[in-house]
């Protein structure tokens, strides 16, 4: 039978308990903050000094020196105090509720006035998830920002595309990561329409009728519509949910984390692209000069940071049915199953993409292109590419296409033996070269197998691709980018 082992006078240390990798060790300390203890009871008691100071505004009893004690006890929370309340009552909100009534005994009598536990949790929830968001949108423009640098800065290096997970026609490194930034550009579009979105759940009541402000007001219905309105005012939105529930809809975590589980499924495309190419040699992301790739082969040089992201990607990716089945189970006007739910889910959808974000960003600030590597890997496989060019150049010389094309297709397959059977190199030219029937048009060969001449508009594609789409979704983010933009060293 388990029993836990460790010496008695340790039992109690934090190393004893169990902690999460996302806060030991990838998430941000401003987003473990954002979803904090402190941060939540810290904005519960601010929504009660909201509603406190609408009410009195409203013409209910409520003094100035009522509402100075609740000012002054926002961060001052007696964690223990709330634990034992909690214990008695089994009710997270009246335990923080008789927590700070014990510290402000003045204000006791207004604490929570006419509010159900909503009040106070889902509109934290809802300022949580804002402040989430202005988080990440930031982080993702920083991203955006250095991969299109990177896209600039290669554009006209050839590369092979793949098709199929197989040689096809060329590309450009720049292009190829300009397809990663485009669907960045759609998870920027996503999260800044999530967050757009968002609004205030307000003053509602127990099932969403108002019907106790009602009551509190004595049957004043546009003082209790003036209370939402100020209420969501003083929280900082200017947007409310007009009905709701005794909670906002689900379907708002639903969309939101949708956007986050978006985001998740294009790290994880981009960061398997990363670690196809380094194990092709071809990129590779940062690598330091003290890393170890590897306990037992030294010379091994990992992508460990790709292979993380897409390791928090794919968590990302399955939260999204956790928010899709809390919304589908929630009866009639709320149902509490989605409580613990959700403690887990929103937090860790946000903590995911925070560290995903970070380690992506710590990637693009140091991607490194081998371009010798790329053109051994061409060479290998252009000449197969290149015979039509070399049959149009024979047709211009006078050729016939008919008699070129079996040719050309007698020593392609001869050539791709050598590279099948034998193991060496393509040697389809040299072939070329050594049949008199091309010679008229030996001495453009060189120009024939010119890789630039393979790519296509690829480089114009990305230089309209960043003047057109990506730089006017940065412009948006100008003043944040310095700061976002600094190197990320990660902690581990």
């Known amino acids: ?35 904090s203890d ?47 309340h909690e214990k008695k009552v089994r009710h997270d909100v009246m335990a923080h509720v008789h927590t700070l ?116 007001f004595k049957g004043d219905s546009a003082k209790v519509k003036a209370l939402d309105k100020r209420v969501a005012e003083l929280a900082g939105f200017d947007k409310r949910y007009i009905v709701t529930g005794q909670t906002y809809s689900r379907k708002v975590d639903l969309e939101v984390i949708s956007a986050l589980s978006g985001l998740g499924a294009t790290v994880h ?65 709320r149902t509490l199953d989605d409580s613990a739910n959700r403690r887990i889910t929103l937090a860790e959808a946000f903590l995911t993409a925070d560290a995903t974000l970070l380690t992506l960003l710590n990637i693009c600030q140091g991607l490194v292109v081998y371009p010798k590597v790329l053109a051994r890997h061409i060479a290998q496989e252009l000449p197969f590419m290149a015979t039509e060019n070399i049959i149009m150049a024979m047709v211009q010389a006078g050729g016939d296409r008919q008699v070129c094309h079996e040719k050309i297709r007698v020593l392609s397959h001869e050539a791709g033996a050598v590279v099948k059977q034998e193991g060496k190199d393509n040697d389809l030219i040299d072939r070329v ?28 594609q990305v230089t309209e691709f960043i003047e057109e789409e990506v730089n006017p979704i940065l412009k948006k983010y100008q003043n944040a980018l310095a700061e976002v933009e600094k190197p990320v060293s990660l902690n581990i």
């Open 1 to 35: 039978m388990f029993a836990i082992d460790a010496p008695l006078e340790i039992q109690n240390s934090e190393f004893c308990n169990y902690r999460s990798p996302l806060s030991t060790r990838y998430a941000s300390k401003e987003m473990q903050y954002n979803f």
């Open 38 to 84: 402190q941060k939540k009871f810290s904005t519960w008691r601010k929504l009660w000094i909201y509603l406190a100071k609408a009410e009195k505004e409203l013409g209910l009893d409520i003094s100035n020196e009522q509402i100075a004690e609740l000012e002054s006890a926002v961060h001052d929370i007696d964690f223990a105090s709330a634990a034992e």
């Open 101 to 216: 009534a014990e510290r402000c005994p003045l204000a006791a009598p207004i604490i929570h006035l006419g509010a159900t536990s909503c009040y106070v949790g889902d509109n934290t929830d809802l300022i949580v998830l804002k402040h989430g968001l202005e988080l990440l949108m930031p982080r993702l423009a920083a991203v955006i920002s250095r991969l299109s640098k990177f896209a600039d800065d290669n554009k006209s290096i050839p590369i092979l595309g793949f098709t199929h997970l197989q040689p096809a026609q060329l590309t450009t490194v720049g292009k190829r990561a300009s397809l990663w930034l485009s669907d960045l550009l759609m998870d920027e579009r996503a999260l800044s329409r999530a967050h757009d979105d968002l609004r205030f759940r307000g003053v509602k009541g127990t099932t969403g009728t108002q019907a106790s402000f009602l009551q509190l």
């Open 269 to 333: 495309k981009m960061c398997s692209d990363i670690r196809i190419l380094a194990s092709r040699k071809e990129l590779e992301e940062p690598f330091e000069a003290s890393q170890i790739g590897s306990s037992a082969m030294p010379y091994k040089r990992n992508p460990m940071r790709s292979e993380r992201c897409c390791a928090l990607a794919r968590h990302l990716i399955t939260l999204h049915a956790n928010a899709a089945n809390t919304h589908a189970v929630q009866w009639l006007e």
């Open 433 to 460: 070269k050594k049949d008199k029937y091309f010679a008229p048009i030996i001495p453009q060969l060189e120009n024939i197998l010119d890789a630039s001449t393979f790519i296509g508009r690829a480089p114009e």
